[in-house]
């Protein structure tokens, strides 16, 4: 169980990246009071953990309903969270809030869910993480475990916005650009990781093995 929470929270952490949200935060908290933007980082943080344990939880139902392999969800999964890793490793081109949202946003009595939840904390590559990762639970304690994994992702996140003024000014720009490329090739090592374990138990699976073995057999027959 310590396993899977270890690997959800550092599959997520990087993709969520909290420390990237934090210019975000600061700019679009800017003028306001200290009470109204703490109120706004918590409501983030509890928007963020609603959207990623629905998805934890109610992804096993989508996996069946569709009728998709968990194999092919770990590597479809690994693929986009490799892009996203692509993307932060060159942080000018994975620029996900444009200027006109972020001062549609300034004149929102609210920006906790957007643009703040989704999709800075928990966007598409964070939902990917967790389906990736809700697909290899096997039982109760393994959905327990990832859903740890994600409260303690949250719980960093929102320490990070709580703490934004002060993670600005001592990382400055030169340290938070860097802090994104770091996590972004964590994001790719762990993305390839996920592309690997897919192929591998599609590999050793019965779909995949079934079929050689029936055409091998049919041509020793007809030998």
Known sequence: MFEIVMVTFLALLPISNPFSTVPLFLSL???QSDAWAQKQALRACIFMAAILLTFLWSGALI??????????IRVAGG????????????????????????????????IAFTPLAMPSLSGPGSISVVTTMAAGAD?????????????????????????????????????????????????????FQFVFDGL???????RFITPIIESLQQFEGES
């Open 139 to 191: 039982d109760l304690v393994g959905y327990a475990a990832v859903s740890v994994g994600i409260v303690a992702v949250v719980f960093i996140a929102w320490l990070a916005l709580r703490s934004a003024g002060f993670i600005s000014r001592a990382l400055g720009v030169v340290g938070l650009d860097a802090l994104t490329r770091i996590m972004g090739f964590l994001l790719i090592c762990i993305a």
């Open 200 to 206: 591998a138990e599609y590999l050793a699976s019965e």
């Open 29 to 31: 908290t800017k003028g």
């Open 79 to 110: 693929i986009i969270i490799m892009r996203v890793g692509f993307g932060m490793l060159n942080p000018a081109d994975a620029e996900e809030i444009s200027d006109e949202a972020k001062k549609e946003s300034k004149k929102m009595s609210d």
């Open 63 to 72: 996996i069946e309903f569709f009728g998709i392999s968990i194999p092919a």
